[in-house]
């Protein structure tokens, strides 16, 4: 038998996972990541991992104690509140271990723990890749260094280098955007906020904008503000002057909750815009030898609750096909690819609703009924 060597691109939760499962099976595996470090910058914020997906991967890489360890307990409590701030339905967290909350930096942590020291090449953004044939590949990287690769994953997210040689797909401004802020030392500097958030997650959300806003571990709430503008719109704003970013975002909110609006305007933190960019919900590539993509780099969509999740288990899923099929790596990679496009496009649909119900033109009562048990009347 031999044992192929697989070369990822991005050290992202779904890349991470690949690379453990291969590890646990003695695959050599090699992750380049164009972050300076672990630490270089932040990972977001809070994640929830089902049952179906995220914490079947981790289970599947062995972590699932691991993972136990770093769960937020309380974090899944939810509440929705209108623009006045008054609760229209809640959510206890129940304890139970269904969809646990957890810090997608911690979950990394504990992925890039479990693998050798050796495994993650820091500082390594990738610049071209160019097919050689027979199913390899050679990156070259911004310091000038190149590589060859066997077999070649694309872990590296919505604008992948990596996608070009399978698809002609280009990720489309989907007109959601993010902005995210972060309030520290809460329940002495910010106690109104606090009280309001609870101690899970709140959303305070109309058609197109609003607040979703998640306590976290270390006395701190991070708000993700959505606010659905064009492009134009963000591009004249200076997200380096925190004062002058929060008065426009706050006069978006005119009318609104004063304690909704501190969390724009108390923000101890720069502003950090994520425009939510999205590849067709049936996107898919004729298999080509030596290569394929994972996570958003293949199957990028709107904020759904799944994304990290599906990312984790298409490492899982491609890790453990070619385990299943060393000496026919390209069978291992049509198997992964054939299962990962049907998940993808029911999960990429399944997005779509969350995110019409979360918010589309009903919220925030489309929510609050639906932790309210309230059946909605046919359309």
Request: aromatic share 4%; glycine share 10%; no cysteine.
């Given at each position: 038998m031999n044992s192929p060597i697989v070369t990822i691109v991005g050290a992202g939760l779904g890349g991470l996972t690949l690379a453990r499962v291969l590890?646990?099976?003695?695959?050599?595996?090699?992750v380049y990541e164009a972050d300076a470090s672990d630490h270089a910058r932040p990972q977001g914020g809070q994640i929830d991992l089902h049952e179906h997906n995220g914490q079947l991967a981790l289970k599947i890489a062995?972590?699932?104690?691991?993972?136990?360890?770093?769960?937020?307990l309380g974090g899944a409590a939810a509440r929705v509140v209108d623009r006045h701030g008054v609760v229209l339905a809640e959510l206890p967290d129940d304890g139970s271990m269904e969809n646990p909350e957890a810090l997608r930096g911690d979950i990394r942590r504990i992925l890039l723990e479990s693998l050798p020291a050796a495994t993650v090449h820091w500082g390594k953004k990738l610049k071209t890749v160019t097919p050689l044939g027979d199913g390899q590949h050679e990156?070259?990287?911004?310091?000038?260094?190149t590589?060859?690769?066997?077999?070649?994953v694309g872990a590296d997210g919505v604008w992948s280098k990596v996608r070009p040689l399978l698809s002609a797909a280009t990720p489309a401004y989907s007109g959601m955007s993010y902005i995210d802020t972060y309030l520290h030392d809460v329940d002495v500097r910010h106690p109104a906020v606090a009280r309001l958030v609870g101690d899970g997650a709140m959303y305070a959300l109309e058609s197109g904008k609003g607040f979703l806003a998640h306590r976290e571990p270390g006395d701190r709430i991070h708000n993700y503000l959505v606010v659905n503008r064009q492009p134009a719109w963000f591009e004249s704003l200076d997200f380096t002057?925190?004062?002058?970013?929060?008065?426009?975002?706050?006069?978006?909110?005119?009318?609104?909750d004063d304690?909704?609006?501190?969390?724009?305007?108390?923000?101890?933190?720069?502003p950090i815009l994520r425009m939510i960019h999205e590849l067709p919900d049936n996107h898919r590539w004729h298999r080509s030898p030596g290569l394929t993509l994972l996570g958003d780099a293949a199957h990028a969509t709107v904020p759904?609750?799944?994304?990290?999740?599906?990312?984790?288990?298409?490492?899982a899923r491609l890790a453990q096909a070619i385990v299943a099929q060393p000496d026919d790596v390209e069978a291992a990679l049509e198997e992964y690819e054939q299962e990962m496009f049907e998940?993808?496009?029911?999960?990429?649909?399944?997005?779509?609703?969350?995110?019409?119900?979360?918010f589309g033109a009903h919220a925030p009562h489309a929510l609050a009924n639906l932790f309210n048990g309230v059946t909605p009347e046919p359309a």
């Open positions: 590890h646990l099976h003695g695959i050599q595996a090699t062995g972590l699932s104690e691991e993972f136990r360890s770093i769960v937020h990156l070259t990287f911004a310091d000038g260094s590589v060859t690769a066997q077999i070649l002057d925190r004062t002058a970013t929060a008065v426009r975002l706050a006069a978006e909110f005119e009318g609104w304690t909704l609006r501190a969390l724009i305007a108390d923000s101890d933190s720069d759904g609750g799944d994304g990290a999740n599906n990312a984790m288990l298409d490492g998940r993808s496009a029911a999960e990429a649909e399944a997005a779509h609703e969350s995110a019409e119900l979360i």
